[in-house]
């Protein structure tokens, strides 16, 4: 009865090893074409383009020839904590352009809203909106309300907005951003800027958790999102540094507004819909008069639980729900974008099968010190598969070592690499509740606003 179960384990150890490794290497390759575009068409621009004009920064990026007031959005849900520094330091910031920051709160979330009204205190750029039901609903039926609250100051002022921006209640602001998406609204419908999280604080672990986010968008934000522009894929929102021209948003305005609010992942989803309207997207890298690049910081998750909660609401709305609400539209550069898009949850059961199939190596091992265990040859096709996937790897870690590095430092750089297993940790069980959340909805229960705690960084400690 033992030499079955240890045989049974030799096969199963022997599956899982071919399954992960082909997963992986199918994967790897996809991500590895990604790269080779992204340096042909680095080298291109440096070769053709830059030879010849220098580099747009913020001083030398000309004024819109038809300027016009830019509407700030941010929904917050108990937000209490960090509405108010973000009001005072984005009506700081932008002190002198041309804009109104609107607000969204709940009548049954009174501290958001007492918080950021003494925020705001007699500035009319500010307008705090009151939701008409109480929350939580979804971020992008909030989102609704403040576009309602925006059409109505429109009427009352008799003057038209010209874009809307998203941010969070979390978010730390530019002070270049208003002229900027004021300048690149008169071009585009969609202008997405980057976003780069603040390093972490607090105990190693927690620091970990939420340095995992610096090391992701860092390539996200720094390849692959220039990447989707280059193969004329649309560009999806990230919900915070965006801007929509305000015609673009009114070509979706429906019956609650252009937001979809069954979607959990609203901004993500409103990009590819006015790709789909025939609206042109860009991701814009620039940097500012002192050579800084002109980028949205935050603080993410630094707890497990949480990083789990906002991956899985990701996962939700983009990879699952998204895959029967968005479709496969356009030609084969979106759906190859599309398709890495979805494949979060079928790359957390190959991240689950390689390291059960490790587990396995090891215990297998261990029994074989004792025992005799029966033999089982990898096999052409396994060890091919398992140098493709071990040559892979070590070209993506390079990759993140260099993007991370680049944006935050050689040593976050470094330590990105082994924060790729807590990155796989938190994607693995990120996928587990995200089917489970997926499920729940199919059988009738509403998806809602499943946020997480955000904190504001000092910036008297961190200008």
Known sequence: MIDGAINLLVVVRHELTLFAAAGLAIGG???????????????????AVYSRHARMTMATLPRSDHPGCIAIFVPAWQEAEVIGPMVRH????????????????????????LAAIAAAGEQEQAIIRIHDRPGPTTKADCLNGLWRTMLAEEQRTGRRFKAVVLHDAEDVVHVDEIALFDKMIDRFDLVQLPVLPLPGEGSRWRRAIADHYCDEFA????????????????????????????????????????????????????????????GRGIFLRIRDARGELVCIREHFPDSLSAAV????????????????????????????MRFRDRRAALAALILFAAYLAV??????????????????????????????????????????????????GWRQGLAAIPRTFIANLVAMLAARRAITLYCRSLLGEPLRWDKTQHRFPDMEQRP
């Open 29 to 47: 390759i996809d991500d590895l074409v990604i790269d080779l575009v992204f340096l042909f068409r680095r080298g291109w621009r440096r070769i």
């Open 90 to 113: 984005a009506l700081r910031q932008w002190k002198g352009a041309d804009f109104r920051l609107f607000v969204g709160a709940y009548p049954n979330d009174p501290a958001t809203s």
């Open 219 to 278: 390539e996200e934000h720094g390849k692959y999102l220039t990447v989707r522009e280059a193969l004329g894929a649309s560009i999806p929102s990230a919900g915070v540094g965006c801007a929509f021209s305000r015609d673009a948003l009114a070509a979706l305005d429906g019956d609650d507004g252009p937001f979809d609010a069954a979607s959990l992942t609203e901004d993500y989803e409103t990009g590819l819909r006015i790709t789909a309207h025939g």
């Open 309 to 336: 909660r906002q991956k899985a609401r990701w996962m939700v709305g983009i990879a699952l729900s998204g895959w029967d609400r968005m479709g496969w539209r356009g030609g084969p550069g979106e759906w190859w």
């Open 359 to 408: 587990a396995l190596w090891g215990l297998i091992g261990t029994i074989a010190l004792f025992r005799p265990v029966p033999p089982m040859p990898l096999g052409p096709v396994l060890e091919t598969l398992l140098l493709i996937t071990f040559a892979l790897m070590l070209w993506r870690f390079a990759v993140r070592l260099l993007f991370v590095g680049r944006s935050y």
